[in-house]
């Protein structure tokens, strides 16, 4: 009788945890799917816990070469909100491909920022990377906050808490890296990285932003042209340049090749198109733009 007491109890214990939802695990979470890293982190500082931050794009992978796969598919799908950078940092704008076929909103960082423009073969395009200046990843915030105060007006007031939080911290990041950069003297002021992706950054802080390939890594990745390789090892020559930076989602062996062609050393990998890996130092925005920035003074002052 006592086994047979027992026996029934569990049986009853069983059925009861497996008619309660695993703890933890929130059904109704809304979802927000980020084309790049840098897009999520900023999504996260503002929504916390409320909604479940997915990211297409890995730490270290690059937008402008990324190819969208199935399961990049199945993810739009879950999602109740699509976030991109925009300007075609998607090459190809695969985030757009992606959120039209599966009829999902998508908010974009970019709008309402004052666009640095470049010349690529006779056409002006708007560079896409933005986010290096803090002053244009607090737009990103206002864009993200007010998609998803939009979609989600019951917890705008909480959103919009979050986001002066983070505002009020990129403020102070932008001064902090000011007082940095002050311990390198003007004239060596140039920055050497794998692509142009600095140029927010470099107009910000006083530099001058040189690169061997354009904006988008897919020329890079079919290599520089002679002429523009050429004009770039002279140009560090006649910079009296001490270092020049690699890119942590962009092939190095360029840089490294033209480091040793121009007689100076290369300064460190600097976090570009994407944030570290969880867990380093550069997990997020804010510690990739303080990583970068030590590197760069380190190397440059």
């Given at each position: 009788m006592q086994r047979t007491g027992f026996v029934a109890a569990l049986v009853l214990a069983v059925s009861w945890l497996?008619?309660?939802?695993?703890?933890?695990?929130?059904?109704?979470?809304?979802?927000?799917?980020?084309?790049?890293?840098?897009?999520?982190?900023?999504?996260?500082?503002?929504?916390?816990?409320?909604?479940?931050?997915?990211?297409?794009?890995?730490?270290?992978?690059?937008?402008?070469?990324?190819?969208?796969?199935p399961k990049d598919t199945e993810l739009i799908a879950r999602a109740d909100l699509c976030v991109h950078n925009g300007w075609h940092l998607e090459g190809k704008?695969?985030?757009?491909?992606?959120?039209?076929?599966?009829?999902?909103?998508?908010?974009?960082?970019?709008?309402?920022?004052?666009?640095?423009?470049?010349?690529?073969?006779g056409n002006t395009v708007q560079d896409p990377h933005a986010w290096f200046s803090p002053k244009n990843a607090q737009i990103y915030v206002r864009n993200i906050l007010r998609a998803v105060s939009q979609s989600d007006p019951d917890h705008a007031e909480e959103y919009d808490a979050r986001a002066r939080l983070f505002i009020g911290q990129l403020r102070t990041l932008h001064v902090w890296i000011q007082s940095q950069v002050n311990d390198i003297p003007a004239n060596r002021r140039v920055l050497v990285t794998s692509h142009d992706a600095f140029n927010y950054f470099c107009r910000d802080y006083g530099f001058e932003a040189r690169s061997p390939a354009g904006w988008n890594t897919g020329e890079e990745a079919a290599g520089s042209t002679p002429e523009r390789r050429r004009k770039t090892v002279d140009s560090i020559r006649e910079a009296g340049v001490k270092a020049i930076f690699v890119e942590t989602s962009v092939n190095p062996t360029m840089i490294e090749e033209i480091a040793k062609e121009a007689g100076v050393q290369v300064g460190g990998a600097l976090y570009s198109d994407s944030m570290g890996k969880p867990g380093s130092a550069g997990e997020s925005y804010i510690g990739m733009m303080r990583e970068n920035v030590l590197k760069i003074v380190s190397a440059l002052k």
């Open positions: 497996l008619a309660v939802p695993a703890l933890g695990k929130n059904e109704d979470r809304q979802v927000i799917v980020c084309s790049t890293t840098q897009a999520a982190d900023f999504a996260r500082q503002i929504v916390g816990d409320t909604w479940e931050v997915l990211c297409v794009l890995a730490p270290g992978q690059d937008p402008h070469l990324y190819q969208i796969t704008d695969w985030m757009k491909t992606l959120t039209d076929g599966e009829g999902k909103p998508l908010a974009t960082c970019v709008t309402g920022i004052e666009p640095y423009e470049l010349d690529e073969d």
